[in-house]
């Protein structure tokens, strides 16, 4: 009899959608998020990764694990390296949710993690999603409602990935071990520019959008001045190298190899989250 799934973040963007998938297919959930919020379907619980006791306690009864770092942390491997090390001990088995292009320097934190993941011979699987498409009705949200999007992307490409792709992909990786010992960078079908990805917003929302390249430093301001950590800013101004580079532009079928089912478009996110963007 299979044992429970624990997923973390189990509230956030990618760990909600990954736990009611898994809710869906009749699998059993314990749902980590800090105040143990309640999940549909799945059994909340409360986790300082910090805790040993309190690791050991939640991996009870589990032979599976989504394991991610929440948006706004800066040391991937502080914070999951405890969950890898538990998991490895006891040969459960986890899905590691990584960035796009990370494989390129083994000294990028999230890659150190893989590796970590790696060594450590308990079962795995890796997805590795490119740049959000849903960034846009959060990150970027303010900036479209007054019509412009400011990123430091110059012309580079992305090839968007939508979160129910990504999480769909995870959900596939955690009910099958056909894709066990692998690594899979979760792109959307296209890659687009900024400006063409404005267009798209435009035409789907029915409101002007524009998009206007600025350089790290305005980018930085803008995010502190909506309550961004300084920090977090910067290091999201960082990434943005590699966008301008044209490492991001590449477009992949992993997707459909592991979910059956092609990547949506950005057109698609964007007529399916029409009211979070204009809202």
Do not use: C
């Not at 001990?89 to 934190?109: E, F, H, N, W, Y």
């Not at 490409?157 to 690594?183: H, M, P, Q």
């Not at 007529?271 to 809202?279: G, K, P, Q, Y």
């Amino acid at each position: 009899m299979a044992g429970k799934i624990l997923v973390l973040g189990a509230t956030g963007t990618i760990g909600s959608k990954v736990a009611a998938g898994l809710v869906a297919k009749g699998e059993k959930v314990k749902a980590v998020s800090r105040g143990a919020t309640a999940v549909a379907g799945a059994e909340a619980v409360a986790l300082d990764l910090a805790n040993p006791a309190a690791l050991n306690a939640a991996l009870e009864g589990v032979d599976r694990v989504f394991a991610n770092v929440p948006a706004g942390y800066l040391d991937p491997v502080g914070l999951l390296s405890p969950v890898i090390e538990a998991a490895a001990a006891r040969k459960i088995k986890v899905v590691l949710m990584t960035v796009m292009g990370v494989d390129a320097d083994d000294s990028i934190p999230y890659r150190q993690l893989e590796l970590k993941l790696i060594a450590s011979g308990t079962p795995y699987g890796i997805i590795r999603p490119n740049w959000f498409s849903d960034n846009f009705h959060t990150y970027w949200r303010e900036g479209i409602r007054h019509g412009a999007i400011a990123v430091p992307a110059a012309e580079g490409k992305s090839s968007f990935i939508d979160t129910r792709d990504i999480a769909d992909s995870a959900v596939a990786l955690l009910t099958t071990s056909a894709f066990d010992g692998g690594a899979y960078n979760l792109t959307g079908p296209e890659a687009l520019s900024y400006g063409e990805a404005a267009r798209i917003l435009s035409d789907v929302t029915g409101q002007a959008i524009a998009y206007t390249p600025v350089d790290d430093q305005t980018f930085v301001s803008i995010l502190t001045g909506a309550g961004v950590p300084a920090d977090y800013a910067n290091f999201l101004a960082a990434i943005f190298h590699p966008v301008r580079e044209g490492w991001t532009a590449a477009v992949s079928g992993d997707v459909e190899k592991l979910t059956g089912k092609p990547a949506r478009s950005l057109k698609t996110y964007a007529t399916d989250n029409r009211a979070a963007l204009t809202n």
